[in-house]
């Protein structure tokens, strides 16, 4: 069973940056490609970037150029490096495989504000 961990949110301001770190341990062979998503209130979760074993990469128009996926295989942790960040990227961010295979973690709550 594989167990998901996202940390690293918080309060930003517009135009700054934050690095999420998403850590996972069990049966981690079952989540290749992995993702982040995020949840915006009132929004239904959407996944912005996920990323293969091999390090290919693929983002959400909406992130595209601001957020960075990367993962240490060794390590079984995926980062998410955000820049440029605008109140409408508000939400909690969750990791899974892409599409979702595994129980959700508890996510992290990066607030954006203005």
């Known amino acids: 069973q594989v167990q998901l961990v996202e940390s690293g949110g918080g309060l930003v301001q517009a135009g700054g940056s934050l690095r999420l770190s998403c850590a996972a341990s069990?049966?981690?062979?079952?989540?290749?490609?992995i993702g982040w998503y995020r949840q915006a209130p009132g929004k239904q979760r959407e996944l912005v970037a996920h990323?293969?074993?091999?390090?290919?990469?693929n983002y959400a128009d909406s992130v595209k150029g601001r957020f960075t996926i990367s993962r240490d295989n060794a390590k079984n942790t995926v980062y998410l490096q955000m820049t440029s960040l605008k109140p409408e990227d508000t939400a909690v961010y969750y990791c899974?495989?892409?599409?979702?295979?595994?129980?959700w973690g508890q996510g992290t709550q990066v607030p954006v504000s203005s």
């Open positions: 899974n495989s892409a599409p979702p295979r595994v129980a």
């Open positions: 990323i293969s074993s091999g390090g290919s990469t």
């Open positions: 069990g049966s981690t062979f079952s989540i290749n490609p």
